[in-house]
């Protein structure tokens, strides 16, 4: 996987620096030559359209219109039925629960907020010299 990783990095850096050399002498080519414009032919001048002369708008005979016009009458409605009685709903007495009782909750045991000491062990005895 190394000369893989290798040859990836050989591979981006050859493309890097040849397009760098590519991008000198391209600049190198352009500082180099003067450009020249190329001669366009000249465009030539188009006609002006004509356009007919517009219609005339006829003018329309007036009418005579009356100021006040008699005013339409609606017609009498017939009387709204009348609503009905609605009967009323016997009540009805829904009988009591059982009592029900709910079990205990178990209380959570307490963490302890203090560290119990470690005993150390036994020192040994000091070696005698002689």
Known sequence: MA?????????????TLSSMRLSLGARHLMQTTTPV????????????????????IPTLPQGNVPLSLPQPTLPSLPPLPSIPTIPTVPQVSIPPLPATSLPNIPSLPTIPTTMPSLPFPPSPPPTSSP
């Open 3 to 15: 000369s893989g990783k290798s040859f990836i990095t050989a591979f981006i850096l050859a493309l």
């Open 37 to 56: 414009a190329p001669n366009l032919p000249s465009i030539p001048s188009l006609p002006k359209p004509t356009l007919p002369p517009l219609p005339s």
